[in-house]
């Protein structure tokens, strides 16, 4: 008896990150591999004459997970401005695919340019709940038997968005920075006061969270924890109240609880936000002026 031969699929290739070339003015990169790959360009400097606007640039490698998450702003308007590749944006309940090839907006299942879509700068008003990813991401889930998608004909492409804020103030660097200060443990034990490592021993890996969730607190970076998606959503009148006003009340205030407990916990042992051994030397000083 013939035995059946199975054709395996091939493994994903690894994602790897590589810093811009060149590099956007007045930038650092980060680089953070793994599954959810990342290069961040941050701006190490405030704003000049020639950029008076600190935009940080986010690249995404092939095969790269990484999202921005669920979350929303209550200080500033962000901007988004795509500038190669194709990303799925989830906006204020809407979903949107957006290519840098086609020039902005695309209808999800043909492929095909909105002619009255949005273009390749979205922006996002206040307490909008919003999240981003790479396109083929937003493929990769939505797989359903017998239906084709015409992807972006830069769907495999790296992706690279800019990001900035109004007001175009320091936040949103200072914010990259303290994250993937956290994120990349940076602090020795050694330098923690006798509050900090007790507590670091009681959360143990939820140590690492508390320090985010005091930044998100601090830098207007607020993550939709619990995300009701809709369950009371619909197309009568009284539906898309319940949508728009009782859901997103629920998440934000459980969102506010969750930051504020954070918020007090890390102000009785000292956490903070913003910290000299996270931050380029000229940001820092400019956020201490």
């Known amino acids: 008896m013939a ?11 690894s994602p790897n990150p590589l810093p811009l070339f060149p590099l956007p003015p007045n930038t650092q990169p980060i680089l953070r591999p793994g599954p959810s790959a990342v290069a961040y360009h941050i701006p190490d400097t405030p ?24 979350h929303f702003h209550t200080a500033h308007t962000e901007y988004l401005h795509l500038l190669r590749g194709a990303i799925w944006l ?3 309940g809407s979903d949107m695919m957006l290519s840098a090839a086609a020039g902005g907006e695309m209808y999800i299942g043909t492929g095909q340019r909105k002619p009255s879509g949005a273009g390749l700068v979205i922006e996002v008003p206040k307490y909008a709940r919003h999240e981003w990813r790479r396109a083929e991401n937003y493929y ?42 956290v994120i ?27 320090q985010l969730f005091v930044i998100f607190w601090e830098l207007d970076n607020w993550p939709v924890f619990v995300g009701l998606g809709g369950v009371l959503g619909g197309q009568s009148r009284l539906q898309k109240f319940a949508y728009r006003y009782v859901e997103r009340s629920v998440e934000y205030f459980m969102t506010f609880v969750v930051l504020f407990a954070a918020k ?7 956490i903070r936000a913003v910290e000299q051994r996270r931050t380029p030397g000229e940001l820092w000083r400019a956020y201490n002026r």
């Open 3 to 13: 035995r059946t031969q199975t054709t395996r699929t091939p493994p994903t290739p």
């Open 47 to 70: 704003p000049t004459p020639s950029h008076p606007i600190p935009k940080t640039t986010i690249s995404l490698p092939r095969h790269s997970h990484w999202t921005s998450g669920l």
């Open 90 to 92: 989830h906006l204020d």
């Open 140 to 181: 990769g889930v939505r797989r359903t038997i017998g239906v084709r998608y015409v992807k972006p004909a830069d769907v495999d492409d790296e992706v690279v968005v800019e990001e900035w804020t109004n007001p175009a103030d320091l936040g949103k660097p200072l914010f990259f920075w303290n994250l993937n200060g």
């Open 184 to 210: 990349a443990g940076v602090v020795d034990d050694e330098v923690l006061s006798g509050a900090q490592r007790v507590v670091k021993k009681v959360l143990r890996s939820w140590w690492v969270e508390l």
């Open 264 to 270: 007090v916990l890390g102000w009785l042992i000292g």
